[in-house]
């Protein structure tokens, strides 16, 4: 008796990351609440508003976590080390100019990353329905 030959699967589509990226990056930047685009996110600088004021999506429920911060110190941190060194090389300024022009523009820099973000992860979590992990109780366990 022979065996059937084995079906092959069927070629599995990969999706180009980077279009499926740019309607969350717009989103994140418009920060607006990922149900209705309507109520704003935040209630402060990167602070999240505890509901939407157009629909009232609670927020509170989402959770970003540190993510977002220490992925921006290792980006934006990265890049104002690489431009300050450079720019010692080249030019030889004093201290105080990298004072005045590297503590406030790394300052900007992480606001404005972080909010757009926070932001990026809580319309992904909602999108994504991502919930914090439970453990499944033992009878749901047993199928
Ligand atoms: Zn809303």
């Known amino acids: ?5 084995p079906v092959p699967a069927p070629p599995v589509p990969s999706a180009p990351v980077l279009p499926a990226l740019v309607p969350i990056v717009r989103a994140a930047m418009r920060s ?11 209630a402060g600088m990167t602070a999240f508003a505890p509901h939407c004021r157009a629909c009232g999506l609670d927020f509170r429920q989402f959770n970003v ?3 977002p911060a220490a992925f921006l110190i290792l980006v934006v941190g990265g890049i104002i080390t690489a431009l300050a060194v450079i ?9 105080w100019v990298h004072v005045l022009l590297w503590v406030p523009l790394t300052t900007i820099a992480v606001v404005a990353c972080l909010r757009v973000s926070k932001a990026a992860l809580l319309i992904l979590e909602y999108r994504n329905q991502a919930r914090e992990g439970r453990i499944a109780p033992e009878e749901a366990t047993r199928q």
Do not use: H, V, Y
């Open 32 to 42: 607006r609440c990922p149900r209705c685009a309507d109520g704003p996110l935040f």
């Open 65 to 67: 976590g540190d993510g």
């Open 1 to 5: 008796m022979t065996e059937p030959a």
């Open 87 to 95: 720019l010692q090389i080249k030019a030889e300024p004093p201290f």
